[in-house]
């Protein structure tokens, strides 16, 4: 089992500022970008390398260089405003969206967009998703991408929720998982508290709290 919560600084100083309710939708998604810069960089840290021989402008020299190829999965809507901070750090990765919505009864996750076709260009896949709430969402991706074909899976997320941690790692314990934070409980609508609200709501400037 493997959830990692980051205890990097940076990390706590910008989580702070993104869970405060008077951080505007623009600052909100600038931190979220940050963020993921920040997880990426952590979640990324066991990939292997192969050495490689170059040309120095004075002589010849080993270097070491990524031998697996990385993909992104972003779960829709919340997990779009991660994406691009991912690009930034690996642009030439893969990239997966995952539309799922959350139902608001049954707070089960009900999917609506996916192109998983063909053989998974990459070796890794992050799957992206600020919040980590039920977990059932996560479990759900987990199962998409291991169908299509895909061996390693990691987790990237914000804030999680101790149910939403067990939920992941109970169906899937190989699968690493990557937070900012893991918090104390989900309310009785399936939010994390204290959490920072509905992600997306907050990225995008919908109301719905
Ligand atoms: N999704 C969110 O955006 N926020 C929560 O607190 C839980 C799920």
Redesign the pocket.
């Known amino acids: 089992m493997s959830l990692r919560v980051s205890r990097h600084p940076l990390v706590q100083h910008k989580l702070g500022l993104l869970r405060r309710q008077d951080t505007s939708p623009w600052i909100f998604r600038r931190l979220v970008h940050e963020l993921t810069l920040l997880l990426i960089y952590e979640a990324t840290d066991d990939l292997r390398l192969r050495s490689e021989a170059v040309e120095t402008p004075l002589e010849q020299t080993e270097v070491r260089t990524l031998s697996q190829r990385v993909g992104f999965a972003p779960i829709l809507r919340?997990g779009l405003g991660m994406v691009e901070a991912a690009l930034e750090m690996l642009p030439t990765a893969d990239v997966r969206h995952l539309g799922m919505y959350?139902d608001h009864i049954t707070l089960s996750p009900v999917e609506y967009y996916q192109r998983l076709t063909g053989t998974p260009p990459a070796d890794v896949y992050l799957i992206l998703d600020?919040?980590l709430?039920t977990g059932q969402s996560a479990v759900h991706a987990v199962e998409l991408l291991r169908r299509w074909g895909v061996s390693t899976v990691k987790f990237v997320g914000l804030?999680g929720a101790p149910e939403g941690a067990d939920c992941l790692l109970g169906a899937f314990p190989d699968v690493d998982v990557h937070l900012a934070a893991l918090d104390r409980q989900?309310n009785s609508s399936?939010?994390?508290l204290p959490?920072?609200?509905?992600?997306?709501?907050r990225q995008f400037g919908t109301i719905s709290l």
């Open positions: 919340a959350r600020p919040m709430a804030i989900l399936g939010y994390i959490g920072l609200g509905d992600a997306g709501d």
